[in-house]
């Protein structure tokens, strides 16, 4: 097992009633699971998600993990929190990333 290392799970809905097709908005609900597979305790300080639209229109997401939530994820602990986003395409793509600090400071 690595000191260092996380694993990032995301299951994607789309919200049909919350959408509007002829209007061009589509909403879509997103679950994401952290989890700290390293073996030194480290916590979860920032996120950035970039979301593109099937017309390249891109919205970045920046900010705290989750608003007021900064988790310290112990070995194989976890941390799960719950989003969405709308977009004007049925289709699109989302990627992203984040930034952690070890309790060893690295």
């Not at 209007?23 to 916590?43: D, K």
């Not at 998600?49 to 891109?58: K, M, P, Q, Y």
């Not at 929190?81 to 690295?106: F, H, L």
Request: hydrophobic content about 40%; proline content about 3%.
């Amino acid at each position: 097992m690595a000191a260092y290392g996380f694993t990032v799970s995301v299951r994607i809905q789309y919200l049909e009633k919350q959408s509007d097709p002829d209007n061009s908005h589509f909403v879509f609900f997103y679950a994401i699971m952290v989890r700290n597979t390293g073996q030194v305790a480290a916590q979860l300080i920032l996120r950035c998600w970039i979301i593109t639209d099937a017309n390249n229109h891109v919205e970045e997401v920046r900010g705290l993990v989750v608003v007021d939530h900064q988790p310290l994820l112990q070995p194989g602990e976890q941390f799960k929190y719950t989003s969405g986003t709308s977009m004007a395409t049925m289709q699109g793509s989302m990627s992203g990333e984040y930034c952690c600090v070890a309790e060893d400071g690295e």
